[in-house]
């Protein structure tokens, strides 16, 4: 079953790659006394694990049929690398992907572009890389703890040659897509702000790893961030700007969409009315 949301004309469905443990070795600050009184109040063990998902998107409307990012592949064991099962479960084979916006060159995002042979998934597709995160990727201060995320891009850039477009970190990919810049992640991480007919969605990608905990504890990083002193700036400002413009969310490692407000702590998410959704 997969879930999905129209916003004006797109049709957005969520296309669950896999999912993965997020304890304290994930996200430090959740070793503490506010971290056990989280995972308990959520009935799970005072050190989680939480269960966390990794999603792509699939972006429908008219005759199109676009992806945001493509999961895992064969990157993270046979557990994860759902999202083509995911698909097919809608109605599509890879080739009926026109277009890929690729939110971070991060392999759980990226994994995916790939085949087992490693050869292109998606023959049909066009990539679309915000320009600051392949400066990055393709330059020469990749960390040692990124080789896999560089492996899988250096795969990627040969196997899609000629059909990768770099664009602006804030640019508009097509119309009513849009990349927002949410930098700390990885160097040039972006969202995606989906608008039509006076809807909008963001799609934020790694802003956030665990609802269970980061709504609450927002400058709680985890081990992935790049830059974690930029990634929870980015955080806190975005949460912020989220509340005032009651704007409706979606995450690559969060469940489902609803609208950020102010809790008990620092945030909550609010789950978008069931009516809403189908
Ligand atoms: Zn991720």
């Known amino acids: 079953m997969t879930e999905s949301v129209d916003v004006g004309k797109f049709k957005i469905t969520w296309l669950l790659d896999g ?4 304890t304290p070795d994930f996200i430090p600050g959740a070793r503490s006394e506010e971290g056990r009184h989280l995972y308990q109040k959520a009935g799970l063990p005072p050190e989680g694990p939480s269960i966390e998902p990794f999603h792509a998107f699939a972006i429908e409307w008219q005759d199109h049929l676009w992806l945001i990012d493509t999961g895992c592949g064969q990157e993270a064991g ?3 690398g759902k999202v083509p099962e995911q698909l097919r479960s ?10 890929i916006i690729i939110t971070h060159l991060h392999k759980d995002h990226t994994g995916g572009l790939l085949t087992p042979e490693g050869r292109a998934r998606y023959r049909n597709a066009q990539l679309y890389v915000g320009e600051s995160e392949m400066a990055f990727w393709t330059g020469s201060h990749v960390p040692e703890g990124n080789m896999g995320d560089h492996k899988v891009t250096k795969a990627v850039l040969e196997q899609y040659e000629g059909r990768i477009k770099v664009v602006p970190d804030n640019a508009v990919i097509v119309s009513g897509l849009k990349f927002v810049p949410l930098y700390g ?4 991480h972006t969202g995606v702000m989906i608008e039509d007919r006076g809807q909008q969605m963001l799609m934020w990608a790694d802003l956030m790893h665990s609802s269970v905990l980061q709504f609450h504890y927002p400058h709680w990083s985890v081990v992935p961030d790049m830059d974690p002193e930029r ?7 975005l949460l912020e700007q989220l509340v005032e413009e009651d704007t409706m969310v979606a995450g690559s490692h969060t469940y489902g969409t609803g609208r950020v407000r102010r809790g008990e702590i620092a945030y909550e998410l609010v789950p978008m009315d069931a009516d809403d959704r189908h």
């Open 231 to 237: 990634a929870v700036a980015t955080r806190l400002q």
């Open 78 to 80: 046979p557990e994860r």
């Open 185 to 188: 992640h990885s160097p040039g």
């Open 90 to 99: 809608i109605g599509y084979a890879p080739e009926d992907v026109e277009g």
């Open 19 to 22: 999912t993965y443990p997020c």
